[in-house]
Structure formats: structure tokens, C-alpha cells
């Protein structure tokens, strides 16, 4: 099993762009979640999603959209990037809400 | 509102010595709790959960001891070494997992 895989590693864009950083797993979870990073900060919820087809938002959610169109996608949609965007991005799975969560390696965003 | 927080932001400790981090939680209804584990560049991992109807999980060399009287918990490293070094986030779940801002461990020779 691959785990959780996330696309791209690293990300540069201008303020004003939009971009989908791609999170995918293969271990048939159905809760899925995107996380923010900021240095030297706890992660913080951005949306999650509890199946296909399901979503809904965390801490953070704005600026962001998700969808669940599988089981095994979650991706993140920044419609519109700020500098305030600038982050570390982690995405994540595991079987239920009371289950480990596995992480991906994450996304590097800098927002200009 | 819903918070975690943790007491040391920095620990440092000896070789061999026994590492305890703690973090107060503020939500009585949250049922679940998770330790993590970040190096440098990586995602959080996985160390060690434990559930609400228990006060003491162990693991392999890891403790995790939770109060519900006073909404703390605890993670006990045993014979800390220098692979422990890192970043150990707890996290709750009320209904979604909620992290707290983190505790770097040092591990000096």
C-alpha cells in the first residue's frame, strides 16, 4: 500500500491564483480530512469528509473547497490564494473519527 | 471554545532518561485521544490513543495516562533516545480531531 500520497510536494503561486493540491489513498478509509501548518503551530482542520460524497468544514475553512467524489480522493481547492495561504498542508485518512489518522508527507505552499 | 494546549513548549532531556509531556484538554466531551509523533519535514505519526473509559494505555516504551477529573493528559517516553527527538502533538476528538500547538522533545547525549 502507498498510504496516503499528497501532490505536489512543493507549490509557488502569485496571490489571486487557484490550484487543487491532490490527496489520495489507498487504504479504502472513509474519513478523510485536510490540515494547515503554520511554523511552529499545532495542525488545524481545514474540511473533512466522513465518506464519498460527504463534507463538511473544520477551524479553517475559508478560502478552501473540498469535494469527496471517491472514496479514495480528497482534494483541496484554494479559489482564490492569499499570503495568509502560506502553509504547510497535510492531508489524512483513517477508518472512522476514533481511529489513528494516517497523514500524508504533505504540500508546501508559498503564497507571493 | 474547544482547545488543547500543552504546558512545555520545549523539553530537554538526557539520554536514557524517562520524557513526560503533558496537555490539558477543554473539552469534556470529547471521548477519544491521540499522541503524535513530527520530525522535521514529515507528517505527524502515530504513537499511541487512548479512550475514554481507561485512564492508562501502554505501549512499547510509551505511556499515555489521561485524567478526567482535571481534563489533563499525559505521554511517559521511557529510556528517552535520540530517535525521540521531535515534535509530540495531543490531539482530542469530540467529534472531529482537534490538535494542540506542540511540545518539542530535545534528546542531548
Known amino acids: 500500500n502507498a498510504g496516503v500520497t499528497q501532490t505536489p510536494k512543493f507549490q509557488v503561486l502569485k496571490t489571486g491564483q487557484s490550484m487543487t493540491l491532490q490527496c489520495a489513498q489507498d487504504m479504502n478509509h472513509e474519513y478523510m480530512s485536510w490540515y494547515r501548518q503554520d511554523p511552529g503551530m499545532g495542525l488545524r482542520l481545514i474540511h473533512y469528509s466522513v465518506g464519498a460524497g460527504i463534507t463538511d468544514q473544520g477551524e479553517v475553512p475559508n478560502g478552501y473547497n473540498v469535494s469527496r467524489s471517491t472514496t479514495e480522493d480528497f482534494p483541496l481547492r484554494l479559489l482564490s490564494a492569499a499570503p495568509s495561504q502560506t502553509s504547510v498542508y497535510f492531508c489524512?485518512?483513517?477508518?472512522?473519527?476514533?481511529?489513528?489518522?494516517?497523514f500524508g508527507p504533505g504540500t508546501r505552499l508559498t503564497v507571493l | 471554545g474547544e482547545s488543547v494546549g500543552l504546558h512545555l513548549p520545549t523539553l530537554s532531556v538526557q539520554e536514557g532518561d524517562n520524557s513526560i509531556i503533558n496537555c490539558a484538554y477543554s473539552?469534556?466531551?470529547?471521548?477519544?485521544f491521540i499522541w503524535y509523533k513530527q520530525e522535521s519535514g514529515k507528517g505527524p505519526q502515530f504513537i499511541i490513543d487512548?479512550?475514554?473509559?481507561?485512564d492508562k494505555r501502554q505501549g512499547q516504551r510509551v505511556t499515555v495516562l489521561l485524567n478526567k477529573t482535571v481534563k489533563h493528559l499525559s505521554l511517559q517516553i521511557a529510556a528517552t533516545q535520540p530517535g525521540d527527538s521531535a515534535v509530540y502533538f495531543c490531539?482530542?476528538?469530540?467529534?472531529?480531531?482537534?490538535f494542540g500547538t506542540g511540545t518539542r522533545l530535545q534528546v542531548f547525549p
Open positions: 473539552n469534556s466531551a470529547s471521548d477519544y
Open positions: 489524512a485518512s483513517s477508518p472512522g473519527h476514533y481511529n489513528e489518522q494516517f
Open positions: 490531539a482530542e476528538v469530540p467529534d472531529k480531531l482537534i
Open positions: 487512548i479512550r475514554s473509559n481507561m
